[in-house]
Structure formats: structure tokens, C-alpha cells
């Protein structure tokens, strides 16, 4: 009976660390899920209003700078499911954070003017924090 209580002790310490990393993960990507929100209602209200998403926008530019905030979009999308369902979630969103990061190295690789040209690296490891946090939730799970 001593090893029985001694397994569930064990198990229920195993079950309050998932609960920690769970909420963890949960707590940092709510801002991270209601940044995007506000952006994503920027654009959408300035486009319905205005007739262009962004009126500030430079012309002629690459079709591939759409990309990266594209792919921030889905991973945002992919953290929000990790509230429900953590691993799926937690995948999507890691897919769409590591295909952001391969855009972001062919059209623009952290060169000479690092601090500038790292920032977008930045915003997307913030974002790649909670879900990896979820993948380990559910993995622990």
C-alpha cells in the first residue's frame, strides 16, 4: 500500500508540473494571440474603410514580405487551438513560425545592420515560446 500512495504522489507532482507548464504556455500566448487580434482588426478596418489594408504601404514591393506576417497569422491561429488541443495546436503553430523564419532568411538574412534586421526573428521566437510550452505540456500529458 506504502508504494501505491508513493506512485500517486508522484504522479500528482508529475500532474501539478503539466498544469504550470500548461498555464505558462496559456499566460504568454494570450498577448501574443490578442496583439495579433488588433493588428489583424487594424488592417481588416482600415481595408474595409479605405479600400486598402494598408494606405502607408510602399508599391512595387516583393510578394514575398506578405509571407512571414502571413505565417505569424496561422501560428497565432495554431495557439489559440493549442488552448484546446495542445499538440495540434502547438504543431501548427511551431509549422508556421519555422516556415516564417525560413521567409524571413531568403529575402531578408540577419546581415550588417543587425539589430534592425533582427527584430522580426525576435517577434517570431516570442511567439515559438508557448508553443513549444504546449508541445511539452501534452507531451508530458
Known sequence: MAGRCHVTEGNDRRNRASNWIRWGARIWSAPVIILALIFFIGYA???LTT???DPHAVEDY??????PPVFLLL???GLGLAW????QGGTIALL???AAVVALLLHRPIAGD????AIPYLIVSVAAIPSVLFLVCSRRS
Open 114 to 117: 543587425f539589430p534592425r534586421s
Open 96 to 98: 508556421f513560425q519555422a
Open 45 to 47: 478596418w482600415s481595408w
Open 75 to 77: 501560428s497565432v491561429l
Open 62 to 67: 516583393p510578394p514575398i514580405e506578405n509571407l
Open 84 to 87: 484546446r488541443w495542445e499538440r
Open 51 to 53: 479600400g486598402v489594408a
